[in-house]
């Protein structure tokens, strides 16, 4: 008997040895630095400025405004949607043709005052126009504005009167050249952003385009901004009923489809590429090869729940989500996701939202989140002069990109969720020799672009960078090398 029980505990001893020793092995693993390779002699195309959002810096009740903190950014595109929400005074077709029996083609008609003041400021950050027509989301119990138009040609009348209002300087207006004209917003979202069925969506779509179309050739005209477009089974793409009839009736009706606009929020960093390469499959597929992907919709949802966001959730729990999303982990998730759509098949991005709040870039009182300085990081890569190759990205966990001009490089590095502590990076061909000065940025739990490391580098470079950080470290010649 105690034999047996020996024995039985030498070999409960070595299993638990055995654990230890691989626990060690992983952990050593983990300590170990990342290596990433830069090569600065084999340059590619330019930095695709995808860094685009929702809302303008105007900023509701008019206390303050946030222009030069957005114009820093270097937003290629803003999307008017949710402006001013929860009570929006601007954009939506309801705020600025009040009388829905009104006559479409009189200027006395139309209320454009606030949203020309809205919409200027937009221009003022240096960003271009990418206007939705239609109305905002409405949560509330009694739904006023997000319902079919009783008679849609006069809608229709009604979104040209918009257009030329801000092209043709049509009703005292602008020639701002807006080129992008969304209709309507996730349709499939019922009942909050539409009371109708699908099919009186489609007959919106169907006049409406073809309408603004006709007038406007020129201009790029698109939806249906869907919040579901279907989802991943087996690693396969099944799309929406929606999605499948909306493509079935352009393609059959030969509708103007200049870009396809879609939705996801999401903690799955490569959700965003899988999903954008999917929706360009499926338009080539329809025959659809020369209409744009726009992903105008996009932020990290923590756990991939609504449930901490739903009129059920307690605030703690409402702030805490939204405290991850614009805190270090939606940073890094921002910085890495926008690095990895470089090479997806996609046209435009827009995060929701470029403004106060939560999903927002801001807190209420206009102080810059981390997931701001997410966007600075970014903009200063795709400014930083041309991309050059990288190697050793682990993608859906830890990206990084670089680029180079004649006087210095950047490179950019975002652990989103691996465990490496330091990334180890190899710098190879730097143009002015194997030595240079650096000086990084961090965005992480203790830092928000503050100036962190700064030194030399001699062909190698140490970066410390755990998960739910991103690094932007400056790279110049060495004094007297140039």
Same mark, same amino acid.
């Given at each position: ?17 055995? $654990? ?14 990342? $290596? ?13 400025? /995808? *860094? ?11 206390? &303050?405004?946030? #222009? ?15 402006? *001013? ?68 040609? *006069? ?90 009839? &909306? ?9 103007? %489809? ?23 499959? $499926? ?54 996701? %926008? ?11 827009? /995060? ?22 997410? !966007? ?9 002069? #041309? ?23 950047? %490179?950019? %590095? +975002?652990?989103? +969720? ?8 190899? !710098?190879?061909? !730097? ?15 203790? +830092? ?16 410390? /960078? ?17």
């Amino acid at each position: 008997m105690r034999r047996v029980i020996s024995g039985g505990r030498g070999l409960w001893l070595g299993w638990v040895s055995l $654990l230890l020793c691989l626990l060690s092995i992983f952990q050593t693993r983990a300590e170990e630095p990342l $290596l990433l390779e830069v090569d600065f002699a084999r340059t590619n195309q330019p930095f695709r400025p /995808l *860094h685009g959002v929702n809302k303008g810096p105007d900023v509701a009740g008019g206390i &303050f405004n946030l #222009t030069e903190a957005q114009r820093q950014l270097g937003i290629p595109f803003t999307r008017l949607h949710d402006c *001013h929400w929860p009570v929006p005074d601007v954009v939506d077709i309801h705020v600025v043709f009040p009388r829905v029996d009104a006559d479409a083609s009189s200027p006395a008609s139309f209320d454009f005052a606030r949203t020309d003041d809205y919409v200027a400021a937009v221009r003022q950050t240096g960003a271009k126009i990418i206007y939705r027509l239609g109305e905002s989301i409405e949560h509330t119990r009694v739904k006023r504005f997000v319902h079919p138009p009783a008679a849609l040609d *006069h809608w229709a009348d009604v979104c040209l009167g918009v257009i030329r209002h801000y092209n043709e300087g049509w009703a005292k207006g602008f020639r701002y050249d807006i080129q992008y004209w969304e209709i309507w917003n996730e349709p499939e979202n019922r009942p909050s952003m539409w009371s109708g069925t699908d099919e009186d969506y489609l007959r919106l779509y169907k006049v409406a385009a073809r309408k603004i179309k006709s007038a406007c050739p020129n201009l790029k005209v698109g939806g249906p901004a869907l919040g579901y477009s279907g989802q991943f089974k087996n690693g396969r793409f099944e799309p929406s009923a929606f999605l499948l009839a &909306f493509l079935a009736m352009c393609k059959k009706e030969s509708l103007p %489809l200049d870009f396809l606009s879609w939705h996801c929020y999401t903690a799955d960093l490569s959700e965003l590429v899988q999903r954008s390469k999917a929706i360009r499959q $499926l338009l080539d597929q329809h025959g659809f090869r020369q209409t744009e992907s726009h992903l105008n919709e996009w932020n990290y949802l923590p756990n991939n729940s609504w449930k901490p966001l739903s009129k059920s959730a307690g605030p703690e729990a409402r702030e805490r989500c939204y405290g991850e999303m614009s805190g270090p982990a939606g940073a890094s998730f921002i910085a890495a996701a %926008l690095l990895e759509l470089q090479d997806a098949p996609i046209d435009v991005c827009n /995060l929701f939202h470029g403004e106060v709040g939560g999903f927002g870039l801001f807190s209420e009182n206009g102080v810059p989140a981390h997931n701001y300085y997410a !966007l600075r990081a970014f903009d200063a890569l795709v400014t930083s002069g #041309t991309r050059v190759w990288v190697r050793g990205a682990l993608a859906g966990r830890l990206a990084a990109g670089a680029g180079i001009s004649t006087t210095n490089a950047v %490179l950019l %590095l +975002s652990n989103f +969720s691996d465990e490496h502590s330091s990334c180890e990076v190899v !710098l190879r061909n !730097l143009p002015w020799g194997t030595e240079a000065s650096f000086e990084a940025r961090r965005i992480d739990a203790h +830092s928000r672009w503050q100036p962190a490391e700064q030194g030399m580098a001699a062909g190698r470079l140490q970066i410390i /960078l755990k998960k739910n950080s991103v690094a932007l470290v400056e790279l110049r010649p060495k004094r007297g090398a140039q």
